[in-house]
């Protein structure tokens, strides 16, 4: 389209201008395009089904991180269109099944083969309270962005409906929940233990998860910022329920009960009594004196919290957690000679994440460290111009995945957000 063309020559000239380097303005460029074309499907339906990188298959947090750049691109056209049809593909698959966190983009039975109750739409069925965070986030940043009031459709309050029924049901796991998963092949991280059942909980108010959002196995049941990121898109689906046409009454006041108990759940149970930091927030908990210290550098973790709309970048429990993260107390921290950042259990030892380099770059109260991020990224490519999952901290060469979609989208957003381009500039 020539209109999509123009305005991406626009986006590249003022990143150009602004960091003095081409070769950021034409990784951006490149995400985008590859966003649109090679990681995307059109469906039948209008919808559009958007794999992650270099497996096929579209998960609900990946498919609405990759997204989020275009959000930032104001009034373009086909950016509206294009986020609103990976938006109603997302709804659709929660529909489907609330558990899943990554899907097939037809009912072919594809993906791995788990002790799960599952169907052929379903590529894994690992449950992540975050990949429900995710459409709900992406469907409230569009209605602010676009003024899009259509989305809130029988599709969407299904959906949201879904949501807030699996949550609820997952404040007491042990009693109330059916689900299971077991993988018998593989690393016991990609597992849940006691039969499949997963980590044995109190009840808190927070909401259970299997899985991290690197779909790791939890330790403990509660992921803390999983708990945080499920309030901040409670409280944006009372205000949607309470602003779009129709009566949602009861949506709205189910929405802010459900964030008011798993509030209360993270204040007595998820804080961590720190002298060296002051009271900070723990990775996991659950809810019966197991507290889990570290953070991993997928999103939501607790660097990233001031992203996800939880808290100010200047929030002193969020300043003493990020000191925490952001040292060799942190056991997934580490430091290099190329680089330094927050890794994960999910890749090997010594490797940092560019999702975690953005975000910590994203989340600081230095402007400076925003440019300085953009540049330890483009040096650290191995020659590849490829923003990867993670990467060896003296020896970069040495690094995972070839394509990883949500790491060029991360990189995208660390730009743009550097360039001027915010999420709400028309709002």
């Excluded at 201008?17 to 039948?44: K, P, Q, W």
């Excluded at 901290?393 to 730009?415: G, H, K, Y």
Aim: aromatic share 10%.
């Amino acid at each position: 389209m020539a209109d999509e063309s123009e305005d991406l020559a626009v986006v590249e000239e003022r990143i150009e201008a602004v960091l003095g380097d081409d070769r950021a303005a034409r990784i951006v460029s490149r995400y985008f395009a590859e966003t649109m074309g090679r990681a995307a499907e059109r469906l039948d339906d209008g919808t559009v089904f958007l794999v992650a990188g270099d497996i096929p298959a579209m998960w609900l947090r990946d498919s609405a991180a990759q997204v989020m750049p275009f959000l930032r691109l104001g009034a373009a056209r086909w950016a509206e269109e294009f986020v609103v049809a990976v938006l109603r593909r997302q709804l659709e698959f929660v529909a489907l099944d609330p558990y899943a966190n990554a899907f097939n983009a037809r009912p072919n039975g594809a993906g791995h083969r788990d002790a799960t109750h599952s169907n052929p739409w379903v590529w894994e069925r690992k449950y992540e309270v975050d990949s429900l965070c995710y459409p709900l986030l992406l469907a409230y940043r569009t209605w602010r962005r676009y003024g899009r009031a259509d989305i809130f459709d029988a599709r969407f309050w299904h959906a949201a409906d879904l949501i807030l029924h699996t949550w609820e049901t997952e404040q007491d796991h042990e009693a109330r929940s059916g689900y299971r998963f077991r993988r018998f092949r593989g690393p016991l991280s990609r597992t849940l233990a006691r039969r499949g059942r997963g980590p044995e909980v109190a009840v808190t108010g927070m909401t259970w998860s299997g899985f991290r959002p690197s779909d790791d196995a939890a330790r403990y049941g509660y992921n803390v910022p999983g708990n945080m990121f499920a309030c901040v898109v409670l409280g944006h689906l009372a205000e949607i329920a309470e602003a779009a046409p129709g009566a949602h009454d009861e949506m709205a006041a189910r929405a802010l009960r459900l964030r008011a108990a798993i509030d209360a759940g993270i204040r007595a149970h998820a804080v961590i009594s720190d002298p060296a930091t002051g009271p900070r927030w723990a990775y996991e908990v659950d809810g019966r004196g197991g507290a889990l210290q570290m953070d991993d550098a997928n999103i939501p973790s607790l660097l990233a919290l001031p992203l996800l709309g939880y808290c100010r970048p200047d929030d002193p429990a969020y300043l003493a957690t990020r000191a925490f993260v952001l040292s060799g107390r942190n056991p997934y921290f580490y430091r290099g000679s190329a680089a330094s950042g927050v890794g994960s259990p999910h890749t090997p030892r010594r490797h940092v994440w560019p999702l975690a380099i953005a975000a910590a770059a994203l989340t600081s109260t230095n402007p400076a460290g925003k440019p300085a991020a953009i540049e330890n990224l483009l040096a650290t490519d191995a020659g590849t111009t490829r923003i990867h999952e993670s990467l060896h901290v003296d020896r970069p060469t040495r690094w995972t995945r070839a394509w990883f979609s949500w790491a060029e989208a991360m990189f995208a957003e660390l730009v743009l957000d550097t360039c001027g381009y915010g999420y709400l500039e028309a709002a």
